[in-house]
């Protein structure tokens, strides 16, 4: 039975780490055509050097970001990246911010705990460490603000697979700022003005997952539970858990805009190639987040979005544009 674990344990490794480098490379075509390769390539695109390297912005050697810091008078819009590999790999860095920073937008990209160092550090359950460190990572660059030249009302979220997860987690939960903390850095807010995120888990609902696409079977490890059919199986009892942090459980009216990429069309309730990329997840979110009226684009392999190329020039015009900044 441990050695089934074990194995079960060493495969999401080794799909974690596959996919890390998606996110990487598909940033870096973030302004290109919304219609993404059907295999994207796996290796890291080459981009300028970061401003400042490895700053911490918490006490666990993984808590630390790069920031890429655009030429300007007047303080900068934020694009905020949230690299993939299922919480369970993948790497900040090299991430090719030149598209942002030509736009006059800096650029961070965070390095967080990953689901053993968190059950390690007996966070409970294991995903509330990435997505905790995401929200303290932000949290420290709007503390940045005046130092580093930005603009904290206007920063805009993505990533790629659990990066893109994390991001729509950060769009959706409700401002984790405490005003009344003794530490300045909790006291800033969390929320984005926008994300733009690349073949995104949208649910961490086991059944819900398997309702739109039967062939799913990920997601488990976020709650210490490596075996999809353990994850399905003991959903009751951890039902608050997924409404704290599956994105489709916290979106409300208020919620910024959206813009979902993939790489395949969707095909609802049938079996996928990849179940845990599929645009079933990108379906199911537009139609929740229209029907409470958020703004939020869809794009996949044959459909292009009619307003935007891509997720990068979504998250340029809405940094960028008139009004732009978070009401």
Not at 52 to 79: C, I, M, N, R, W
Not at 145 to 170: F, M, Q, V, Y
Request: aromatic content about 10%; overall charge positive.
């Amino acid at each position: 039975m441990k050695t089934r674990i074990v194995i079960r344990w060493l495969l999401i490794c080794a799909a974690a780490l596959a996919w890390s480098g998606v996110s990487a490379a598909t940033a870096a075509d973030a302004n290109k055509s919304a219609k993404p390769q059907a295999k994207p390539a796996a290796k890291p695109q080459s981009g300028p050097k970061p401003t400042l390297a490895d700053v911490s912005y918490g006490t666990h050697p993984k808590q630390v970001l790069d920031f890429y810091k655009a030429e300007s008078a007047a303080p900068t819009p934020v694009v905020f990246y949230i690299h993939g590999g299922g919480w369970m790999g993948g790497k900040k860095a090299p991430f090719n911010a030149s598209e942002y920073l030509k736009a006059g937008i800096s650029v961070v990209s965070i390095e967080y705990r990953f689901i053993p160092e968190a059950t390690t550090d007996k966070v409970v359950p294991p995903v509330k460490g990435p997505l905790t460190d995401a929200a303290r990572a932000l949290q420290f660059v709007r503390s940045k603000a005046k130092e580093w030249n930005i603009d904290k009302t206007r920063i805009g979220a993505t990533g790629g697979s659990a990066g893109a997860c994390s991001s729509l987690w950060l769009a959706f939960h409700d401002d984790m700022a405490d005003p009344k903390s003794s530490d300045p850095i909790a006291r800033e807010s969390t929320r984005l003005t926008c994300a733009g995120v690349y073949v995104a888990q949208t649910s961490l609902d086991p059944k819900q997952m398997k309702e739109w696409t039967p062939n799913s079977n990920y997601g488990g490890h976020a709650f210490g539970l490596p075996q999809f059919q353990k994850f399905l199986e003991g959903r009751d009892k951890i039902m608050p858990w997924i409404k704290e942090y599956s994105p489709y459980e916290l979106v409300t009216a208020d919620d910024p805009p959206i813009f979902l990429s993939y790489n395949a069309p969707p095909a609802l309730g049938q079996e996928q190639k990849d179940p845990t990329h599929t645009a079933n997840f990108g379906v199911k979110l537009q139609e929740k987040c229209r029907s409470v009226g958020v703004e939020c684009h869809l794009a996949y392999q044959g459909a292009k979005d009619p307003e935007y190329r891509g997720v990068g020039d979504f998250l340029i015009a809405k940094l960028k544009g008139k009004g732009a900044e978070k009401k």
